[in-house]
């Protein structure tokens, strides 16, 4: 299957990788600027989600110079990880999503076009990203949206709801505000989500329990 409409100097970018694309800018991905108008795409992941980094990498590998490689990191407590990293070549037509997510350079949710950019699989990235299991004796589902506002979880949670008749609400953490998938949507959301999301996160979307 070709995912590219074109391979000249500025690839065509087709919908199934918009929403890819729409999925890492929600969780760990990142836009950074290069130029006036060019934007490049970066991708990292901890080594043991290597598979997902090969997976995001071989969809976007023709706005790519270089494959994924690894690299040493120290976090915040001095501990050395090892990271997998890739990043694209620096386009215009990234400045789609830039104008959508960092309107004042720094990652946001746009109200205005949200709800349309959410997709079985733009939402599936999301959460192979930054989603969990509530608990291991619970149905619920969490998706990890501490880095935004608490009005942006809200419109994120607006956005769900509205398009998949979820039941999507706001938890209060520490380190901000998360989106909790109540027990009553496990199994709405499961299948929402499940064609989409790799083997290696199959831990992430288990079976529901009855």
């Not at 836009?31 to 060019?38: A, I, M």
């Not at 809200?154 to 769900?160: I, P, Y």
Request: aromatic share 12%.
């Amino acid at each position: 299957m070709s995912y590219l409409k074109s391979q000249d100097t500025y690839p065509k970018i087709t919908k199934f990788l918009k929403q890819i694309i729409v999925g890492k800018i929600l969780g760990d991905g990142h836009l950074e600027k290069n130029g006036t108008h060019s934007y490049r795409l970066k991708i990292e992941h901890s080594i043991a989600q290597k598979d997902y980094v090969d997976w995001c990498y071989e969809h976007l590998k023709y706005f790519c110079s270089q494959p994924p490689k690894t690299r040493l990191h120290k976090d915040s407590r001095g501990k050395i990880c090892e990271k997998y990293t890739f990043q694209t070549r620096s386009f215009e037509n990234f400045k789609f999503f830039a104008d959508q997510f960092y309107s004042d350079g720094k990652k946001t949710i746009p109200r205005r076009i949200i709800q349309k950019l959410l997709t079985p699989l733009s939402i599936a990235v999301w959460f192979m990203d930054d989603g969990s299991v509530k608990s291991k004796n619970t149905n619920g589902r969490i998706l990890n949206t501490q880095g935004f506002s608490r009005t942006e979880v809200e419109k994120l949670c607006q956005a769900l709801n509205a398009k998949f008749d979820l039941h999507a609400q706001l938890r209060k953490q520490k380190e901000g505000w998360q989106i909790f998938i109540p027990a009553e949507d496990a199994l709405a959301f499961y299948q929402l989500l499940s064609e989409n999301i790799l083997s290696c996160f199959s831990y992430k979307l288990p079976q529901i329990k009855k």
